[in-house]
């Protein structure tokens, strides 16, 4: 008897588990198709918050108030941009930006004749040094002494060769163009939303800006000589020009050949060497046909060319649909935000040599540092000062042989710009 209880108990239980289980999908398919359905729609929500609140902030609310536009709020979009929204994309727009000026034989011939980038030796930090002041100068506001000093380092390593006509005039000018425009190509073209109108002004009101204190003139533009509107109106005419003379003046020469590969070698540097050919077909399907054709690089593959294009797409949806925005303590900057006690600051990233990074316990053991030394490349610390471990100095960036030197003409220019870079609007 007991026995037979005990069966008719444990069937019960049996077909009262299974009853449950039957239920369980009518019961939690509607939660499961809620989230499915749901958080995407909230997470893309939430990925133009930022862009909502960053229009009801900034009193530019047509095309007429962006005239108004001041050199600050400029500066603290485009930051929001760079170091929110697409930071990944906006770092890569500024190194292609860099890339494709050698495209254009009278800028490539200056740079393998004075061998900084056409050298192994050199090009690494050359590289670094570039990118430490451009990223100084979109990281800082308008009006700090680092912003001052990154503008007035830049102008003084060009004033001699300036001077000499070394550098032309237009050269400056078109590598202006390019850290303006390449970002604003790559967003549009790569990441999960179009920039705003608001942003492409503040893009174009900062770097417009950045040429007045850089010393490049406008005159081969139409309202050079009469003044621009706004940073759209800036924009659309320094694009329009810069496409003309990229039609006249980027041809195929072996000099830009030589300072591309380098450059190439710079972005694939930590890439396992096994997937370099992988690595160049990308740099090649990055490039438009015209800048490919000047730099003498094969076309993609096609099977190259859908698979990049592919997972390009699914990231810009994994982005707009499944990635919550980034929050501010999680912004991307690759610079320390205050000096140390000899008044240097630190790169706290590297994608080649470990170039003013600080050998900290993380960045000598941590999982980047163990890649890096498992690809057999140096991490922060080694060699010696080769990496210049104890940071920079701004007004000493850039070739060894300039270390030093300058310290009058970048004084005096800080002085210049105490005057007219006050952190309003350039167009006034």
Not at 107 to 127: A, W
Not at 182 to 206: D, M, V
């Amino acid at each position: 008897m007991d026995n037979v209880t005990s069966f008719l108990a444990s069937q019960s239980l049996s077909d009262a588990t299974r009853a449950i289980l039957d239920a369980a999908p009518r019961q939690w398919l509607p939660y499961a198709l809620g989230i499915l359905v749901g958080y995407p729609l909230l997470a893309s929500s939430l990925r133009y918050q930022r862009l909502r609140n960053m229009h009801k902030k900034y009193p530019y609310a047509t095309r007429e108030d962006m005239a108004n536009m001041t050199d600050d709020h400029a500066f603290e979009i485009q930051k929001a941009t760079a170091q929110l929204e697409f930071p990944f994309m906006f770092v890569k727009a500024l190194q292609f930006a860099l890339f494709r000026t050698y495209g254009i034989p009278s800028i490539s011939h200056v740079l393998t004749k004075t061998s900084q980038f056409s050298n192994p030796e050199t090009s690494l930090k050359r590289y670094t040094d570039t990118s430490a002041l451009v990223q100084e100068m979109v990281a800082n506001s308008p009006t700090s002494q680092r912003s001052y000093e990154s503008f007035a380092r830049t102008r003084f390593l060009h004033s001699g060769y300036r001077a000499s006509g070394k550098i032309l005039d237009d050269d400056m000018l078109y590598t202006l163009a390019l850290f303006a425009l390449e970002p604003i190509r790559f967003i549009n073209r790569y990441e999960w939303r179009q920039l705003s109108e608001l942003e492409r002004c503040a893009i174009g009101t900062f770097w417009k800006s950045a040429g007045d204190a850089l010393d490049i003139t406008y005159e081969k533009l139409p309202s050079g000589q009469n003044g621009f509107k706004d940073g759209i109106q800036w924009l659309e005419e320094i694009e329009a020009w810069s496409e003309m003379y990229e039609g006249k003046c980027m041809v195929a020469d072996v000099k830009n050949r030589e300072t591309a590969d380098q450059t190439t070698a710079i972005l694939l540097y930590m890439l396992p060497k096994a997937l370099h050919p992988v690595g160049l077909q990308f740099v090649s399907f990055m490039m438009q046909p015209r800048l490919r054709k000047a730099m003498i690089y094969d076309p993609p593959s096609s099977i190259a060319v859908v698979v990049f294009s592919t997972l390009l797409t699914i990231r810009k949806l994994f982005l707009r649909y499944l990635s919550l925005p980034r929050p501010y303590f999680m912004r991307s900057s690759s610079l320390t935000d205050k000096p140390d006690e000899n008044n240097r600051f630190f790169l706290t990233q590297w994608e080649a040599a470990p170039y003013y990074v600080k050998p900290t316990f993380w960045n000598r053991w941590g999982p980047i540092a163990w890649l890096t030394r498992i690809l057999g490349r140096p991490v922060p610390g080694d060699a010696g000062d080769k990496y210049h471990p104890h940071g920079y100095a701004i007004q000493d960036v850039g070739p060894k042989y300039f270390e030093g030197k300058g310290r009058k003409a970048i004084d005096e220019a800080m002085e210049e710009y105490k005057g007219y870079r006050t952190g309003k609007c350039p167009f006034h």
